[in-house]
């Protein structure tokens, strides 16, 4: 007895790997298998500088930022402080970042990015963008904007819910040791 196709598979390309047409209509399974595989490629990109994901997104964040303390960047990266500590800790050891006591407070510890950091967040930037082209280069231009886009909601309506925000119904369409 022929099963009909779950929604979202009628006509669906079957993955080369063999993946079960049924497991390809579920779009967490799609999340998940696609972010893996980007995981990989962007970790070897990271890898090659001796650097991992966490890096990258402090660095960022301090280029966005400014100058933060460790407590900050932790709570605004939704990262353990022990793991922030040692990934600081790294960066401040490449030249990355300078880390130095708040002068009104001297039990914070601020962060800061040096033009070393900047650099390398650049030099990151492109060839992470360059894997980014890589791997979506199945879609169009078009096709990659919208991806992008409705990757972001999802994101961001992900992140609203994590620090306890409103979650959106969705729509109709002096160097100091960093240690």
Request: hydrophobic content about 35%; glycine content about 8%; overall charge neutral.
């Amino acid at each position: 007895m022929h099963q009909p196709s779950p929604p979202g598979t009628a006509g669906a390309p079957r993955s080369a790997a063999g993946t079960p047409s049924s497991v390809l209509g579920l779009n967490t399974y799609l999340m998940y298998a696609t972010g893996k595989a980007a995981r990989r490629r962007l970790t070897d990109t990271l890898a090659a500088h001796g650097l991992r994901l966490w890096h990258l997104t402090i660095l960022a964040m301090l280029d966005e930022a400014g100058r933060l303390s460790k407590g900050d960047l932790a709570t605004r990266l939704d990262m353990n402080q022990s793991d922030l500590t040692r990934t600081v800790t790294d960066l401040d050891g490449a030249g990355y970042v300078e880390c130095a006591r708040d002068a009104s407070d001297r039990r914070r510890i601020e962060v800061t990015l040096t033009p070393a950091g900047r650099h390398a967040l650049a030099r990151l930037q492109a060839e992470v963008s360059s894997t980014e082209t890589e791997l979506l280069s199945v879609l169009d231009h078009e096709e990659r904007e919208r991806f992008t886009a409705l990757l972001r909601r999802v994101h961001v309506q992900l992140e609203e819910g994590r620090a306890g925000g409103p979650v959106p119904r969705p729509a109709q369409e002096t160097a100091v040791d960093c240690a």
